[in-house]
């Protein structure tokens, strides 16, 4: 990707396009580069979407009580123990 050259006063009037645009600017003062702007993508609203379902369900799990939380960790280590045991035993079927 090409880096285009803009001088600082360009720049600064010009910021909001620049951040929109994805392309890598070299910030030049006298002709001299002075620094690079580098925008990064925005996020999709997927991933909005993600972030908040994944709020949603924080708050779900900050609003259960100890008895709960508690039954919760006894339950995901059933699991576990399970899934490791599971690992640990040679398949019969090959």
Known sequence: METKSVGIREFRAGLAEFIDNKQPV??????????????????????????????????????????????SVRDFDGLRKAAAARRRTPNSMK
Do not use: C, N, S, W
């Open 26 to 71: 070299a910030v030049t003062r006298h002709g001299q580069t002075v620094g690079f702007f580098i925008p990064t993508a925005r996020p999709a609203q997927a991933d909005l979407q993600a972030l908040r379902d994944a709020a949603d369900k924080l708050e779900a799990v900050m609003a259960l009580t100890e008895e709960e939380v508690e039954a």
